[in-house]
Nanobody
């Protein structure tokens, strides 16, 4: 599976962005997909994840109520709608795909990673 993240950019505080994670490969629909982010000088952190069927979603406390993850398996794409953005959301955002049914917040769960897209929120 190859992943391509896109949709990042510069936005003012309170604004919105939608990130996309487009996949290639026949088995994409069987994978859970997660979004992680990494700010300069900080460790990569979990943002959100969605299971293969989209039945279950998971969010970090810091983004609950502001971010929404969704997927369209027919288009092999996962979306991250980010609303009410804050300067502390500034980071490179990565999408990742992995198998299994638990531990969605752990990077090691994910075998495939996209290249990242920069999100910058100005105050």
């Amino acid at each position: 599976v190859q992943l391509q993240a896109s949709g990042g950019g510069l936005v003012q505080s309170g604004g919105s962005l939608r990130l996309s994670c487009a996949a290639s490969g026949r088995t994409f629909s069987s994978y859970a997909v997660g979004w992680f982010r990494q700010a300069p000088g900080k460790e990569r952190e979990f943002v959100t994840a969605i299971n293969w069927s989209a039945y279950s979603t998971y969010y970090a406390d810091s983004v609950k109520g502001r971010f929404t993850i969704s997927r369209d398996n027919a288009k092999k794409t996962v979306y991250l709608q980010m609303n009410s953005l804050k300067p502390e959301d500034t980071a490179v955002y990565y999408c990742a795909a992995g198998s299994g049914y638990s531990d969605y917040q752990i990077p090691l769960k994910y075998a495939y990673w996209g290249q990242g897209t920069q999100v910058t929120v100005s105050s």
